[in-house]
């Protein structure tokens, strides 16, 4: 009977997997074929992501480490890094969709078998139909496959930190079961390597393991071994302090760099004076921004949901809806103190952290309505109200991280960034270097749109006016990429050459002009 069992599961399994993997791969070659083939580079940071992985080993000056940088986490970098080496994939952003896709078929596993667990120790039902809408409720929404199918962090840091609470919540229930802890902090260690908002979590898996530590009747070299284990989910955190402080001076340097952390940007666009110190404002927009891409049916099922939760027997249940939510609480705290944006658009990729708490919210509305009816009609009925608004979303342009993406892909110096690295695709004969005057976010979108290889190109950014190639290009670059509109972290740097344009034009000369960039060769 349990082997029946444990092979009806793993069917299940793979059937929530493949039909992930397939919906995604049908999503992804559509946008691409039928609408329009940068679809899945709309996002500056699709574009940034890429570049960074393949900087790793395609770069002209100090690959490999030295490429980690600051700011971003650099483990999704490491995951995408295979990809963006086929050339191909890096210039459609496919590069994404291979690491990502899978990602969000193996978060709608772990999903799903958190809520098959809570079934094991509770009064309720929940029937194999409810898990696996929770599963694919989370895949198919348009707002979440979209950032499945991209090179953003957002799908590899839930996988990590779904699969963490899933482990998490067998330990706690299970205490005497380490490999169970031992797998949630190395899941935890990789979430809080890919994204900060998890790094709350390894904190409260600690407090967790010492109250274990103190409550539980068991053998002190178990309790020891238990806070061992939960300490090791710090190792990533310790790894990036230390990185930053040994490469910057600064351990926090993630935190305060000019141009390229958050708090610069929050600090540097409008969207702080709205939210800061502002609960109010805070509550509204991220409220408004939820009910845009979840729909008022699927929030209200897990509001219903949320009461037959607190309802419930199920041991452990508060522990594990702490745990699903401190990643979502985290958002709404760095909207509060200042160093986090959001509009009822912009960032709304950061609602996705909301939606395994959700998922399992949902499950225990299906699970009661399971024990009200039996009828298969009634509860085939909920099961599709549960999905019309987010099937019919794209119809109504209301998918908002792709509106998000498209915000910043649709401005002109964009548009004309990506003209001017078709053109300098046309043009280059493989012969010599390209200084690119331009700011890294539109150097990348050319660089990526050129096809050409990374180490071709001599970046010049506000951090670069050491390089000799700087005060004298034509010595070093054959090729120079110049725009008249840079991006903020080149501004001083570009200027500096704008205002001696009668100097560049003695040693090269204009091959491909549009209103924002030029494209110059030697003469």
């Known amino acids: 009977m349990l082997q029946a069992t444990v092979t009806r ?13 397939a919906i995604g791969l049908v999503t992804a070659t559509i946008l691409y074929l039928a609408v329009d083939k940068y679809y899945l580079l709309y996002y500056w940071d699709a574009i940034s992501h890429q570049v960074a992985a393949r900087k790793l080993v395609d770069w002209g000056e100090n690959p490999g480490l030295g490429q980690i940088g600051t700011v971003w986490m650099p483990l999704p970098h490491f995951l995408l ?76 840091f839930m996988l990590f930190f779904v699969a963490s609470a899933y482990y998490f919540y067998n330990w706690h229930q299970r205490g005497n079961r380490l490999r169970d802890l031992l ?33 539980k009747d068991v053998r002190n070299q178990q309790k020891i071994l238990s806070m061992g284990i939960a300490i090791l989910s710090l190792s990533s955190i310790v790894f990036w302090l230390t990185w930053n402080q040994y490469h910057y001076g600064d351990p926090f340097e993630f935190s305060n760099a000019e141009y390229y952390s958050a708090s610069w940007y929050a ?109 298969r009609i009634i509860l085939s009925s909920a099961v599709a109200a549960l999905f019309v608004y987010q099937l019919f979303t794209p119809a109504f342009s209301a998918v908002i991280t792709v509106n998000d993406a498209y915000g910043g892909y649709s401005v002109k110096e964009n548009l004309l960034a990506i003209q001017t690295g078709e053109a300098l695709k046309s043009l280059y ?12 976010g539109l150097e990348q979108r050319i660089m990526v749109t050129s096809g050409i290889a990374l180490r071709n190109f001599d970046e010049i950014i506000e951090h670069s006016t050491w390089k000799a190639s700087f005060r004298e290009p034509w010595s070093y670059d054959r090729w120079m990429v110049i725009t008249n ?14 205002d001696r344009e009668n100097e560049l034009d003695t040693h090269y000369e204009v091959v491909y002009q549009n209103e924002y960039y030029r494209i110059m060769v030697l003469r």
């Open 485 to 498: 509109h840079p991006g903020s972290d080149a501004i001083s740097t570009t200027q500096y050459w704008l």
């Open 429 to 440: 004969d493989g012969d010599g270097k390209i200084m690119i005057l331009t700011g890294s």
């Open 81 to 156: 890094l295979p990809f963006t080496l086929v050339d191909s994939l890096f210039a459609t952003g496919f590069a994404g969709t291979a690491l990502s896709l899978p990602c969000l078929a193996l978060t709608s596993v772990f999903l799903y078998k958190i809520v098959r667990a809570l079934k094991i120790r509770s009064g309720l039902v929940f029937p194999a139909y409810a898990a696996v809408t929770g599963a694919m409720l989370y895949a198919t929404n348009p707002n979440i496959l979209y950032l499945g199918i991209t090179s953003m962090t957002e799908a590899p």
């Open 183 to 215: 797998l949630c902090s190395i899941f935890l260690s990789f979430a809080t390597l890919c994204r900060y908002e998890a790094w709350f979590l390894p904190i409260f898996l600690i407090l967790v393991a010492i109250a274990f530590a103190v409550k």
């Open 267 to 375: 600090e540097n666009r409008p969207f702080r004076e709205l939210l800061f110190l502002q609960p109010t404002n805070v509550l509204s927009v991220y409220g408004v921004t939820a009910l845009t891409m979840y729909g008022p049916v699927l929030l209200a099922a897990g509001a219903v949901g949320y009461h037959v939760f607190r309802k419930s027997s199920i041991d452990g249940k508060k522990i594990l809806l702490i745990f699903l939510a401190l990643p979502p609480l985290f958002t709404i705290a760095s909207l509060l103190i200042g160093i986090g944006e959001m509009s009822y658009w912009f960032n709304s990729r950061f609602m996705v952290l909301l939606s395994p708490l959700l998922v399992v919210m949902v499950c225990f509305f299906m699970a009661k309505l399971s024990t009200v009816t039996r009828n």
């Open 9 to 21: 599961e793993n069917k299940y399994v793979l059937a929530i997997f493949l039909a992930v993997v």
